[in-house]
Nanobody
Framework: QVQLVESGGGLVQAGGSLRLSCAAS????????MGWYRQAPGKQRELVAT?????????NYADSVKGRFTISRDNAVKTVYLQMNSLKPEDTAVYSC?????????WGQGTQVTVSS
């Protein structure tokens, strides 16, 4: 089965940094569109950043994280990353990895990010 496993979450102070990783298995990783999403308590899940598969590697960010977060991927090790700098308390959420190709969509179980004031 397709498997996505997130890691790198934790507790940090405002202004700090974290690097999230999402490792994929049993997937032709290079052709999948990858994304990071987050969900805070009582809120709907929202898109954070995406990076397309195949040629081009088009990247998009939510306005709230643009300039602070960076998404990247390493197809050789089937991993997508989210570098998060200048973290704010409002970034606190469970961050989940998504793989999308045509009609197929897969999710990891998520990793908790908590930013203290």
């Amino acid at each position: 089965q397709v498997q996505l496993v997130e890691s790198g979450g934790g507790l940090v102070q405002a202004g700090g940094s974290l690097r999230l990783s999402c490792a994929a298995s049993r997937i032709i990783f290079s052709i999948y569109n990858m994304g990071w999403y987050r969900q805070a308590p009582g809120k709907q899940r929202e898109l954070v950043a995406t990076i397309s598969g195949g040629s081009g590697g088009r990247i998009n960010y939510a306005d709230s994280v643009k300039g602070r977060f960076t998404i990247s991927r390493d197809n050789a090790v089937k991993t997508v990353y989210l570098q998060m700098n200048s973290l704010k308390p409002e970034d606190t959420a469970v961050y989940s990895c998504n793989a999308l190709l045509g009609g197929s969509s897969y999710w990891g179980q998520g990793t908790q990010v908590t930013v203290s004031s």
